[in-house]
């Protein structure tokens, strides 16, 4: 076939699947072998990525494409260098250097003790009485170089769609405001994960602009987003990424969802299904999408 009838993925391509057709029905996989009569072949679903593949095995091989540029992508913001918050507390005369001599020794000791081995140094503080709330959570913020967010009238609940629960309780994201049905506010608690923010503006395609929020103040709105009603979640353990291409197309071949997008969020996958093509904004209702949440060569489970 002449490459080039094969139309790329981009604005026009977007623009017409949101219009309710499609440029030409040609494969997605460019090493589709199927000729031009059985392309006319009404297969307009399954379609991953905003594009359309004439058969399982073309499908197949469309991604495992996208697992294989997901593996390549380095995790954002990995290499970014970060002052330490004890110095910059320090710097900022927060707290004396003496005083985090010792909660620094006092967070060893607790560790040996194995009791609150896991609480971070900003939290030590300020249950030590050191430090506020408040000021650790400005100086977080200046430790990320993100703003404050205050969550006192924000609405998790009501974006419950938006990220599922897992990413939620096991990286901290929080989302807390829809703006412009284009902009999403994250909120995160003293750790903001990029890859997850990056991977999130990819699935939802939506802005995403990350704050830091008060401890206290997440943990609330933090059970209002878990208990509200959210897409239906499936989780899928692979042996290897290859393994795993093949079972997220057999997924995608049986489900045919209108839409079908995929991130890479550390050692995690995340696969979202769309039963009609999304909105060109906004987030859709809780029963518009599926999620699947999958691994390779490891078992479904939180970090230590
Ligand atoms: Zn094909």
């Known amino acids: 076939m002449n490459a080039s009838v094969r139309p790329a993925a981009g604005p026009d391509q977007e623009k017409a699947l ?9 494969c997605a996989n460019p090493r589709c072998a199927t000729g031009w009569i059985r392309l006319w072949r009404s297969r307009r679903v399954p379609a991953f990525e905003g594009r359309w593949a004439c058969s399982a095995g073309c499908m197949e091989q469309v991604v495992a494409a996208a697992v294989r540029r997901e593996l390549e992508g380095r995790d954002a913001g990995a290499h970014l260098h970060r002052v330490p ?15 985090l001599r010792q909660a620094l020794a006092e ?53 419950a769609s938006a990220l599922p629960a897992f990413f939620s309780e096991t990286l ?9 049905d284009s902009m999403l506010y994250v909120a995160w608690p003293g750790r903001i994960d990029r ?30 987003y878990l208990a509200a009603k959210a897409p239906r979640t499936r989780l899928l353990e692979a042996a290897s990424a290859s393994v795993l291409a093949r079972a997220l ?56």
């Open 107 to 159: 967070q060893r000791d607790a560790a040996r003790r194995q009791d609150g081995a896991a609480l971070p140094l900003g939290q030590w503080l300020v249950r030590s009485g050191v430090l506020s709330e408040t000021a650790l959570t400005r100086a977080l913020g200046a430790q990320w170089s993100a703003p404050v967010f205050a969550l006192g009238d924000s609405r998790p609940e009501e974006l």
């Open 195 to 224: 890859t997850l923010a990056y991977a999130l503006e990819g699935i939802c395609g939506l802005r995403v602009s990350s704050g830091i929020a008060r401890d206290s103040e997440l943990r609330v709105a933090q059970t209002r």
């Open 172 to 180: 901290g994201a929080l989302p807390v405001r829809l703006a412009g």
């Open 85 to 99: 918050l004890g110095l910059l507390l320090v710097e900022q005369g927060r707290i004396s250097p003496e005083q």
């Open 249 to 304: 197309a057999r997924l995608i071949e049986t489900e045919k969802p209108a839409e079908a997008r995929l991130r890479r969020i550390h050692r995690w996958w995340w696969l979202r299904l769309w039963r009609r093509l999304p909105a060109p904004s906004g987030l859709p209702l809780p029963g518009e999408v599926e999620d699947v949440l999958c691994t390779e060569g490891h078992e479904f489970r939180r970090p230590d």
């Open 18 to 26: 949101h219009a309710g057709r499609r440029v030409i029905s040609t």
